[in-house]
């Protein structure tokens, strides 16, 4: 009965496997299927969007702002751009995506009083969204059968187990009754020559008494010294996972600042937004020092930036900055380093400030930092306060646009 019971179930889950993969696969098809005439229609609902909003406005930042609104919006756009007259008014993303079989190209040119404008579009025939959501499903078929597999497994295992002990047991008590029957019988022949072999038996039990012990101490030296032996091994390990992890976390710490700033610009480029990094050099106030925090924070509140302060190399700081113009930033740091000097005035601080706006570029974080520390090291040089680096945002988009 249980034969045909593990038979049954057998079957029933490798259906059930077999299923959810021809569920996947059959998904996707039916979506690749749909999606080469699905893609047609979205572009063109993009098309006729950018003429009807560019018709009445005639304007490029309303453009870029509705190619902007479709990329968040929808999961069907791999990359999408607009260029006039060979340059770029929007990008998306930020770096190009290759071509393949799952990916459908589109473009479209306009023009208005002597403008031309391109719109290029890479538009998903099978989405990444769809895949992910096909795919779990599948999965979750696979793993709740799997899990009553291993439960059926346990249950099973755990039955047999208890059908074998009483058995045991019946057995063991049989063996006790013979083994007591036996020696019964022993011993009513040995106890005519008992008087006799006493003395012997004696001697012979203080023997083995006295290997028994030496045989104990020995035991007891060997465990004392494998015991040893296990504490200086687990003390090594301790040691080694104590230096690793000190090594991990130094490293972890590195590429932090790097991360945020990638990505704080990223979302500043996506919404067309102004973001700075301002590098900074205090001298006459240690930065191991207590009215070093408190001028940490004094920056902070001044320049409503929460979260946004680093302490980079040689004892500069590092603050990154959005929603500011270059302008505004100078006046603001000019302002913030006057009160740094006035509330510590007794350590006689000297402050040098070096920023770099994006200014509309599509620029590097790495881009921006060399700006914002030759400014630093310009205005040490020169014993100016704050100096900005401040680029030509066309002569740079067009540079980039030629690499």
Do not use: W
């Not at 306009?110 to 779990?136: C, D, E, T, W």
């Not at 799997?146 to 755990?158: E, F, H, M, N, R």
């Not at 083994?179 to 012997?200: L, P, Y």
């Not at 350590?347 to 630093?376: D, H, W």
Request: glycine share 2%.
């Amino acid at each position: 009965m249980k034969k045909n019971v593990v038979t049954v179930y057998s079957l029933f889950a490798v259906i059930i496997y077999i299923f959810s993969v021809l569920f996947f696969c059959t998904s996707l098809y039916k979506e690749y299927s749909k999606g080469k005439e699905r893609t047609v229609e979205d572009f063109n609902i993009i098309m006729s969007r950018v003429n009807r909003e560019f018709e009445k406005t005639n304007s490029q930042e309303t453009l870029a702002r509705i190619l902007c609104d479709f990329t968040k919006s929808s999961d069907k756009i791999a990359e999408i751009n607009l260029e006039n007259n060979g340059r770029y008014l929007f990008s998306y993303p930020q770096n190009p995506v290759a071509d393949s079989n799952y990916i459908k190209k589109f473009s479209y040119s306009f023009s208005s009083m002597q403008n031309i404008y391109n719109l290029n579009a890479k538009l998903y025939i099978l989405r990444p969204s769809v895949i992910y959501h096909y795919g779990k499903i599948s999965f979750l078929i696979i793993l709740f059968v799997t899990l009553i597999t291993l439960l059926l497994i346990l249950y099973t295992s755990y039955s047999e187990i208890s059908k074998k002990e009483p058995v045991k047991a019946s057995e063991t008590k049989e063996n006790t009754a013979s083994e007591k029957a036996s020696e019964a019988e022993t011993n009513q022949g040995e106890e005519v020559d008992k008087d006799n072999n006493e003395d012997i038996n004696n001697e012979d039990i203080n023997n083995e008494e006295n290997s028994n012990e030496s045989d104990e101490s020995e035991e007891v030296i060997e465990e004392d010294s494998e015991a040893a032996s296990e504490e200086s091994q687990d003390e090594d390990e301790q040691e080694e996972s104590a230096t690793d992890e000190d090594s991990d976390s130094e490293e972890n710490t590195e590429p932090s600042f790097e991360k945020t700033v990638e990505q704080e610009l990223n979302n500043s480029i996506a919404n067309e937004k102004e973001f700075a990094i301002f590098v900074m050099k205090v001298i006459g106030i240690e930065p191991t020092s207590q009215e070093y925090r408190l001028m940490l924070e004094l920056l902070s509140d001044r320049m409503k930036v929460q979260g946004l302060i680093f302490e980079g190399k040689k004892n500069t700081i590092i603050i990154l900055k959005h929603d500011t113009s270059l302008d505004e930033n100078l006046a603001l740091a000019e302002n913030t380093i006057n009160e740094i000097e006035n509330t510590y005035a007794e350590f006689k601080p000297i402050c040098y400030l070096g920023l770099s706006n994006r200014n509309q570029r599509i620029v590097t974080p790495q881009r921006l930092m060399f700006e914002a520390e030759a400014a630093l090291n310009h205005a040490e040089e020169t014993e100016e306060k704050v100096i900005a680096f401040r680029a030509n945002t066309e002569q740079y988009n067009n540079f980039i646009n030629q690499q």
